[in-house]
């Protein structure tokens, strides 16, 4: 029957005029070009879904008053992102270099002509997404507490230089570069360092400056929970990182090849690794089965296998798995009693879990360990701190004493959503403060704001 309506279409596309199309049988070569670039693009647009999983996770992780600007900074970091890294950073991550350092052109996409070789299009397409991706894990770490249009001058500096001019380094021989980095043979397919460190130290250094949020710690510096308001939005957002991170990892093949079912087991089999590592840790700690430090190991063993998701056997990516799980939850425990607030763990599960999936790249490297390799690793992982942590810190040091980078203790406490956007993402229902007291009503203005209230609130956070 498929037979029978397959030649249907070809003989009414014949009858149409469409017989030129159909005269000539590609050949293998323009079959696997062909292919080549539909993976690459349903890759992009997994990749893309991300996004959504992202805007999910912050969301349920964070309190209701503010998730409307949860939403909004999701929103524009890719919108943001795809500008700048159109305008300079492809240029700078992919353009031909001077001694691997920088790129020097390709900027706007001037290499493409019409009539001209596409494919630079679809490469650029499946790299802005990944750019989006380490520009967004920042908001989550500075989520609740941080000014509007900070955020959108830090996403756009760290998609148009801190990301690009790192990548360039170990991913600038992918298309006309040649990064210093890369030569030296690191090891980092997908991005556990280029991608997930990256915009994990830059989320480290905004979290310092930006300090905690009010109610965080008390006076004697224990930290207190502030819970998430949805936690099936978080869950979800996490199933569709998991989902996005089948076109996030076999999609660097940017090739429609066999190996993409290798890439396809590893990545599966280390994300569940990495739920059983984070549930087995939180519940031996705190005796609680804690469904968010769960759903952290998901992401974490996805981050950890994502630099050798191609060089690792399968029973390896359970390990590297099962190891960033345990190490996710120390982590969050661990900074959280270093006074260093990060709402949704982003710090841990993408900072710390990709290097430590870089380095395991080198560990479980199917080929054999070998010292050399190692040390090649070791010397991505801290190359990627310095760079980034130097230069984000001193990006938010400029937004902090020009334009400032934390929003009032007033627009804390009403919620960023009004503070910010004059919104409220449940406008039908009363919000009730972690500490018990009524926040105002959506639309409520500023001046209308009591001060003897917020001074109440600010009393009864710091008790």
Not at 331 to 353: K, T
Not at 427 to 455: Q, V
């Amino acid at each position: 029957m498929m037979r029978i309506m397959g030649l249907s279409v070809l003989v009414g596309l014949s009858l149409l005029g469409g017989s030129a199309v159909w005269a000539a049988d590609p050949t293998a070569a323009e079959v696997q070009t062909n292919l080549n670039y539909v993976w690459t693009l349903i890759a992009a647009a997994l990749v893309f879904f991300m996004q959504a999983g992202f805007a999910l996770v912050e969301t349920g992780f964070t309190r209701a008053k503010n998730a409307v600007n949860i939403l909004m900074k999701n929103l524009m970091d890719f919108a943001i992102g795809t500008i700048m890294f159109w305008a300079i950073g492809f240029g700078l991550m992919f353009g031909v270099t001077a001694g691997g350092w920088i790129g020097t052109d390709g900027f706007f996409l001037s290499e493409y002509k019409p009539g001209g070789d596409p494919w630079v299009l679809a490469f650029w397409m499946f790299q802005v997404v990944f750019c989006a991706t380490a520009a967004t894990i920042v908001s989550g770490a500075m989520a609740e507490r941080t000014k509007f249009s900070a955020y959108l001058v830090y996403s756009a500096v760290i998609s148009a230089l801190i990301y690009p001019i790192f990548g360039g380094w170990a991913w600038g021989s992918l298309y006309h570069g040649g990064g210093w980095l890369g030569k030296l043979g690191f090891i980092d397919f997908a991005g556990s360092t280029v991608v997930h460190s990256v915009g994990g130290w830059c989320a480290l250094a905004g979290a310092l400056i930006l300090g905690p949020r009010i109610g965080k710690y008390g006076k004697d510096g224990r930290p207190r929970a502030i819970p998430g308001h949805n936690m099936p939005l978080a869950a979800l957002g996490v199933f569709i990182l998991w989902i996005g991170w089948f076109g996030f990892n076999p999609g660097s093949t940017t090739a429609g090849i066999k190996d993409i079912a290798w890439i396809f087991v590893n990545t599966n089999m280390a994300a569940a690794a990495g739920v059983l590592g984070a549930l087995a840790t939180i519940w031996t700690i705190t005796k609680k089965p804690d469904l968010s430090m769960t759903l952290n190991g998901a992401l974490a063993g996805l981050v950890g296998i994502t630099a050798g998701c191609n060089n690792v056997t399968p029973a390896s990516s359970v390990a590297i798995g099962f190891i960033a799980g345990v190490l996710v939850v120390f982590s969050v425990l661990f900074i959280d009693r270093l006074r260093i607030d990060d709402p949704v763990g982003a710090v841990s599960v993408h900072g710390v879990c990709g290097a430590w999936g870089t380095l395991a790249a080198a560990i479980f490297n199917a080929e054999g360990f070998t010292i050399h390799q190692f040390g090649v690793q070791l010397l991505g992982v801290a190359t990627a701190f310095v760079w980034t942590f130097s230069l984000a810190f001193i990006l938010f040091k400029i937004i902090q004493a020009t334009m400032g980078l934390r929003v009032s203790a007033e627009e804390e406490f009403e919620g960023l959503d009004v503070g910010e956007h004059g919104l409220s993402a449940y406008p039908d229902f009363a919000l009730i403060s972690e500490h018990g007291t009524l926040l105002p009503p959506a639309g409520t203005a500023k001046g209308e704001y009591r001060t003897a209230n917020l001074e109440y609130r600010t009393a009864e956070a710091n008790k």
